[in-house]
Structures are given as C-alpha cells and as structure tokens.
C-alpha cells in the first residue's frame, strides 16, 4: 500500500519545513519524513545533560532570518504559531589575554565606545563600514531570497550602485584584506576577524570581504537573536503552519530510495519498507551526497554526479555543552564589575585567527589559545533551563578528518573538551568545577552521527567559497532547486544561497516549485 500525497518532503529541517509550509498554505497535500525522532535537524533543542536543561544541539543564533519575508513580513504567520524573537544587550563580549575586552552592544555608538578605548580612528573604520553596508544591504537580501533565475543576484546587485566598483573588489577580498585595510590596533583586528568567521569561511580567502561586513552588521542590527524557548521554536512553529494546513510530518522515517517511474521521481520509500508517492513534486534535504545514491547513476548524469564527487565540507565545530549553575561572568573595568553575555569568544589574536584553516587543512586538532564561541542562552532566556539554572556551549573549530580516521575523535574528544574549558575560564573564573552539574561532548564526527545532512561534519551546508556559492551551488548547472531527475527539487544548506538559519533556500524553492506548477508565492501569502 502507497500513500500520495502532492509534495513528499524527505527531511524536517528548518529549510525544507519553510518549503512545506508555503506550499501547505497554498492548498498543496504534503508529508514531510524527518529520519530523526525529532525535527529540525540544526535548530534542534534537547535535553543533552540533564531533564529540564534544553540545550541547542547546534544552531543558537537566528540571525539571517531576521530580515528575511519569512519573518519581517509574516508571510507564514509564525508569529501566531508562537515563535518569538529575544533580541540580548550586550550583544557579544570579547576578553582578550592582555586583561582587555570589546564589547558589542545593541546601541551602535556605545560599540563605537567600546572600539574607541583602543583606536579612535578604528571606531572611525567601525562607524563608517556599518553605514556603508546599511546603502546596499537591502538589496543583497533581495538577491538571497530570489532564486537563481528568478531575479537579481546579488553580483548584479552590488554592480549597479553607485560605489559598485567599490563593492565588486570588496566582494572579491578576503575579510582579512578588509579588516587589516579599515583597522589598526590588534583588538579590533581580531574582533572583526572573530565575527566575519561566525559562518566558519576562512577569512584569509578571496571572495569573503563582504562577510567582514555582512555578519557584524546584521548582529549590530538585531543582536545575537534567538527564539524564546529554543531553536527548536522556530521548527516548532513552522510545523505548526504545516500541519493546521492539513500537512502531515512522520519522525523516525529515515528515507533510503526514491521511486522513479517513467524517468520522474514519483515518491520515496522508507528504510522500514514504507512507499510514499507524490503527485506534483518531491523536495529533499538529503545531503546530495547520500542524494546520488538513492538513484541510478543514469537518472544524473555524469557532470551532476561529478558535482557532488568534488563537494566540499568546509570547517567543522566541536562542541561543549553543560548545565550550569550559573553563567559566565567575565570581570571588565578592572574586576570593579562582571558582565554575563548570551554571546562570548576567545578570538586570541588575529594571526591565531589566520592559522585556524591551515590547522584544519592539515588535519591538526590545535588545541594552543583556541578560538572560541561561548553561548549561553539562558542569560536573556530562563525559560531553557531550571529556576536559576544555565544552558551554556562551547564551540571550537576543529577538523573532522584525523590522520588515523575521524573515528579518533571518540578517544580524543574529552581531552580537547578540556582544554576550551580550561580557556573559558581564564576569563570567566566563576566557571569552577562545582558550578558544572553536567557535560555533553559532540565533536565534528557527533554532529554527522546526530544529523546525516552534516556530512563529514558540515555546519553550514559545506564550503561555501567560489567553487560552491551562486550558480555553483550545489553543483553546476543545478542551483535553481531543480535536480536532473524531473519532478525532484532540492533545498537546504548546500543549496543557494547557502548554510546558517536563513530560511532562504527554504523560500527560494517554494518559490520554484510553485513556478513549476502554476502557482505562485502570492497565492501561498494570501490562503493564510
Ligand atoms: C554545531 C552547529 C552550530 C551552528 N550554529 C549556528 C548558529 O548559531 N546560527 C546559524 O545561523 N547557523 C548555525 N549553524 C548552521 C545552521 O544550523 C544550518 O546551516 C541550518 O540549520 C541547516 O538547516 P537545513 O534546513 O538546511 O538542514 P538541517 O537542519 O541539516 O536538516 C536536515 C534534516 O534532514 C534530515 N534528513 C537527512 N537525511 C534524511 C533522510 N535520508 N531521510 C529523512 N530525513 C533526513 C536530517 O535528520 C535533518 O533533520 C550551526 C550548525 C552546527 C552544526
């Protein structure tokens, strides 16, 4: 017995969930099949340690989502459906070895302040690329939440402002070239290095000047924003739109093959035997890897399965969690006050920073001053843990390719663990041994094992430099969500325009689906 629905979806996360939600409210029949017992994939929250201690599997911050029309509109409605943004001051605090720190906060000149203890002509450099960037980031996200071949991309975009000359070798930088040509003093160099790499693109590669504007604009704009009760709210609510749509979701459901009929992907089976037939389309978020193995290497084609041969992974977190009795107090003005951050990090020194993809390349576990990212939610959000009680994470940059296999990582994850502890708490030494109730280790390996769209440890849907972005993405000649195999689209993180809690290859794939099938994205806002 087959089940036919008009969209099968293989895959809850965030991404494919957005997709399914917009065509839901368009009148169309979908079922999504998440292979997990939860959804969500990346924007997952679970009680890792202890019970009542709902930490962020992966994804804390939902930055780019915020000015997407996902959320600025409601085109979804998700506001309904109970999803609430928290919006933290300060927005991040960086100490560094030397006794000082820089602190970002929701107010864009007490930034500047705060750039201003070091170099007054670097809070200059601040003040002037955050207005720069203010000009021309609306029709960057314009670009980002069009499809390939729908509109304007983002090249385009830059290319016809008034300064674009200024902007397409801008573009072309690396976000090193940038920071070392806007600032002077070794603090503010290793702050900007620090936030241009929250999407883990080494920063000394060509083509990523923009994200030393990108990432800090969008935090000075909207904070290290994060959903009241978990990422997991954000799946939460956009299932919620699916299923009060008269959207089906099946957990547990890991699917393992598609059905081809008359050279059309006609549905999925599942690993448990299950058949489900679609009668207008089948989305998946399968990792593209796994992808082409579920197909005759006919129904691809030769450059397509060349394309998914040569994907990239990029750099790969590991990460710490714990249930804590308290947050991390960082001392500032000399020990005479503390401050307690939902974001925090080690940048080290921008030459520390610098050497990051060259350990990783080489495959090294560099545990020397390592550069940190420190989360801890429940500063700005208590609703995640108990009364008083802290959800705090680690995260590290680390490879998952170990000379030996990655299978190493399972012997050598706790020592690693250690050390980034042992860091934190040189800068936040109210960190003791009896305020940690619990620990959860995931390294690079874990996070695949938890969730298979991580292939070899992807955090954001895998490289994203000029061999995997734009038309590129995720293989040459298939960017615009459509895959060889007619009636099977593609989305998620390795699709444009790419990884973090965006939302857009989500949207963009509805949009191209509902092209495809005579509909349109105004039908799918207006049947709310
Ligand atoms: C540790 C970590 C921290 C991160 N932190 C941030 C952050 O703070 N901010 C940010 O913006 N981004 C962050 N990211 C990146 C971001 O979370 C991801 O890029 C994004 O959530 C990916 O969403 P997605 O919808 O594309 O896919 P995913 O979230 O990867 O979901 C894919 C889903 O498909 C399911 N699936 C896969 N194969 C099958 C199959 N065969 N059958 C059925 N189901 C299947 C998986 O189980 C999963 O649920 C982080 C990532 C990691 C790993």
New binding site residues.
């Given amino acids: 017995m087959s089940e036919t629905f008009d969209v099968v979806v293989?895959?809850?996360?965030?991404?494919?969930?957005?997709t399914a939600a917009y065509l839901a409210r368009a009148g169309l029949s979908c079922l999504v099949?998440?292979?997990?017992q939860?959804?969500?994939?990346?924007?997952?929250s679970e009680e890792l340690t202890l019970p009542g201690f709902l930490h962020?599997?992966?994804?804390?911050?939902?930055?780019?989502?915020q000015a997407s029309p996902i959320l600025r509109d409601d085109e979804l409605g998700l506001t309904e459906h109970g999803l609430e943004y928290l919006h933290p001051d300060p927005v991040v605090h960086l100490p560094f070895g030397d006794g000082s720190s820089l602190t970002m906060w929701r107010d864009e000149e007490r930034t500047c302040a705060e750039f201003a203890k070091f170099s007054v002509r670097d809070a200059e450099a601040y003040r002037r690329m955050m207005a720069d960037y203010r000009r021309i980031a609306p029709d960057l996200g314009r670009a980002r939440y069009t499809p390939l071949g729908f509109g304007e991309t983002s090249g385009a975009a830059l290319a016809r402002q008034p300064d674009g000359a200024r902007w397409r070798r801008r573009n072309a930088m690396s976000a090193w070239e940038v920071i070392a040509g806007e600032f002077t003093d070794p603090h503010t160099r290793a702050f900007m290095l620090w936030m241009s790499f929250?999407?883990m693109q080494p920063p000394e590669r060509p083509g990523t000047g923009l994200l030393a504007y990108s990432l800090t604009y969008g935090r000075q704009q909207h904070s290290?924003t994060l959903p009241r009760g978990g990422?997991a709210a954000l799946?939460r609510a956009l299932a919620s739109v699916i299923t009060s749509h008269g959207g089906v979701i099946v957990t547990g459901?890991?699917?393992?093959g598609l059905i081809l009929e008359g050279g059309r992907c006609a549905g999925?089976e599942?690993?448990s035997g299950e058949r489900y037939l679609a009668r207008e389309a089948v989305l998946?978020?399968?990792?593209v890897k796994?992808?082409v193995e579920?197909a005759p290497a006919e129904a691809w084609g030769e450059d397509f399965i060349d394309g998914v041969a040569t994907w990239q992974p990029g750099v790969?977190?590991f990460?710490s969690h714990y249930a804590t009795t308290a947050a991390p107090e960082f001392p500032v003005d000399g020990g005479v006050g503390v401050i307690r951050s939902v974001a925090s990090g080690t940048p080290q020194s921008a030459d520390r920073m610098l050497r990051l993809a060259t350990d990783f390349r080489a495959g090294r576990i560099a545990t020397d001053d390592p550069v940190l990212?420190v989360?801890c939610p429940t500063v700005a959000d208590p609703s995640r843990a108990p009364d008083g009680m802290h959800t705090l994470?680690v995260?590290g940059f680390q490879p998952y390719e170990l000379p030996g296999g990655p299978e190493r990582w399972d012997e050598e994850k706790a020592a690693v663990s250690a050390v980034n502890l042992a860091e934190l708490r040189k800068y936040a030494p109210n960190l003791t041994d009896d305020v940690i109730l619990a620990s959860e280790v995931?390294s690079p390996l874990d996070?695949e094992r938890?969730?298979?769209?991580?292939w070899h440890?992807?955090?954001?849907?895998g490289d994203a430099g000029p061999a995997q972005s734009g038309d590129l993405r995720p293989v040459p000649g298939w960017a615009s969500h459509r895959m060889p195999v007619p009636g099977l689209y593609q989305?998620?993180?390795?699709?444009h325009p790419?990884?973090?809690?965006?939302?857009a290859?989500?949207r963009n794939a509805a949009t191209v689906i509902l092209a495809d099938l005579g509909r349109s994205m105004a039908q799918s806002a207006t049947q709310g």
Wanted: glycine share 14%; net charge negative; aromatic share 2%.
């Fill in positions: 293989a895959g809850a996360g965030h991404n494919s969930l957005v099949l998440e292979a997990r939860e959804i969500g994939g990346d924007t997952s962020d599997s992966c994804s804390t911050a939902h930055n780019l989502i929250m999407t290290w990422s799946p459901a890991r699917v393992s999925v599942t690993e998946s978020t399968i990792h796994h992808l579920m790969s977190m990460v990212l989360l994470k995260v995931k996070l938890m969730n298979e769209h991580n440890g992807s955090c954001h849907g989305t998620g993180a390795t699709t790419g990884g973090s809690v965006s939302g290859p989500g």
